[in-house]
């Protein structure tokens, strides 16, 4: 898996409304090959991209996404909260953010936002919409910070690019990376050190970490090892990072 060293954090949520379609297409126009975006499932089963638990601080909503049917998801408003720029932008399902991305040939780091309880079915439609509907075109790696979705997910595919995803980095990290033979490593940035890194290299494991807004940050993580570093200000940081 050819991993970039910016990838764009919930799209380019830093000038559009995190995790829709206008911030997706938006970071692919700022020249992002990769984007992470958050996976969540109805009270119906259906995939939506969202980040939070509740629908309150995204949306015109309220209440839990797992618990509220699609015929009310599909017509809320999850742009008015960023700006009137982007009034009745949809609060977008999966389907729609890969048919968005499919030409372009993005990259996608599926992060399985698991609502506590829910993880399992969760995983199950996510692994199904993998298995018949993900476009061979776009690369995908799966993560998740809920071991019961890394669970579902080596049991169901095996083969799937898969990366525990952590806060801080337990100190027997290697044995849970080998516990759900997971392939990359992801952590917030504060929690990586020299030592880390080295280790990770040796054990032949990439490190991606979040959320890293300033290049000179960046850089200094990109330095010591760590492959990807995921920005919500993906513009910026792809030049500063090519510079
Ligand atoms: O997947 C990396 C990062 O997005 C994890 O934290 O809260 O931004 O989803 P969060
Ligand atoms: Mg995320």
Redesign the pocket.
């Known amino acids: 898996m050819d991993l970039p060293s910016v990838i764009a954090?919930?799209g380019a949520s830093a000038d559009a409304p995190e995790n829709t379609l206008a911030a997706v297409k938006l970071a692919v126009e700022h020249g992002a090959t990769w984007i992470?975006i958050?996976v969540n499932i109805s009270a119906d089963g259906t995939l939506f991209v969202h980040?939070d638990d509740t629908l309150d601080r995204c949306t015109d909503g309220t209440g839990y996404l797992v618990g509220t049917k699609d015929e009310t998801l599909i017509s809320l408003d999850a742009g008015s909260w960023f700006s009137t720029q982007f009034t009745d932008e949809p609060l977008p399902t999966l389907s729609a953010l890969v048919d968005l991305l499919k030409p372009h040939g993005t990259g996608v780091?599926l992060?399985i936002?698991a609502t506590p309880g829910a993880d399992i079915a969760l995983a199950e439609k996510v692994c199904d919409f993998l298995k018949s509907q993900w476009p061979e075109e776009l690369p995908v790696l799966a993560?998740s910070?809920s071991p019961l979705v890394l669970e579902e997910f080596r049991r169901q595919l095996p083969e799937q690019p898969l990366?525990l995803?952590v806060?801080a980095v337990p100190a027997n990290w290697l044995a849970w990376m080998e516990r759900y033979s997971c392939d990359t490593l992801?952590c917030?940035e504060h929690f990586v050190t020299p030592n880390f890194c080295k280790t990770a290299q040796q054990a032949g494991y990439p490190v991606?970490?979040?959320?890293v807004n300033e290049a000179n940050r960046a850089r200094t993580l990109l330095d010591m090892g760590v492959t990807s570093i995921?920005t919500d200000h993906a513009k910026a940081m792809i030049a500063a990072i090519q510079s």
């Open positions: 954090h919930r992470e958050d980040h780091n992060e936002k993560s910070f990366g995803l806060c992801h917030a991606l970490c979040y959320t995921f």
